[in-house]
Nanobody, 125 residues
Framework: QVQLVESGGGLVQSGGSLRLSCEAS????????IAWFRQAPGKERELVSS????????YYPGSALGRFAISKVNDKNLVYLRMNDLTPEDTGVYYC??????????????????WGQGTRVTVSS
């Protein structure tokens, strides 16, 4: 049974940092893309960052570029999202997700199969 458990969220002031963790079980992590999504209040869920099977490639499609860093430790089934220079716009629930990967160089997925329950991040101004 696939399980994803996020942790590390909390309340932080603007300009602060947090590190989110995603602990995975029930599947072989080095066969999948792993991603972090965010759902802000009143908005749709959006991709924040994703990482390839073996962690060699990372993707930051939006405002996370230059501020966030995604990493994974396959043999420990852990994925991290280091977030620096946080702003109130980063507020939301952050979800870890497992996506299909056709090859090692895939850095994002068209289909995310499994999701965690999320961890809430609140950035105060």
């Amino acid at each position: 049974q696939v399980q994803l458990v996020e942790s590390g969220g909390g309340l932080v002031q603007s300009g602060g940092s947090l590190r989110l963790s995603c602990e995975a079980s029930g599947f072989t992590m080095d066969r999948y893309v792993i991603a972090w999504f965010r759902q802000a209040p009143g908005k749709e869920r959006e991709l924040v960052s994703s990482i390839s099977r073996h962690g060699k490639s990372q993707y930051y499609p939006g405002s996370a570029l230059g501020r966030f860093a995604i990493s994974k430790v396959n043999d420990k089934n852990l994925v991290y999202l280091r977030m620096n220079d946080l702003t109130p716009e980063d507020t939301g629930v952050y979800y870890c997700a497992v996506g299909l990967a056709n090859k090692d160089t895939d850095v994002a997925s068209r289909e995310y199969l499994y999701w965690g329950q999320g961890t809430r991040v609140t950035v105060s101004s």
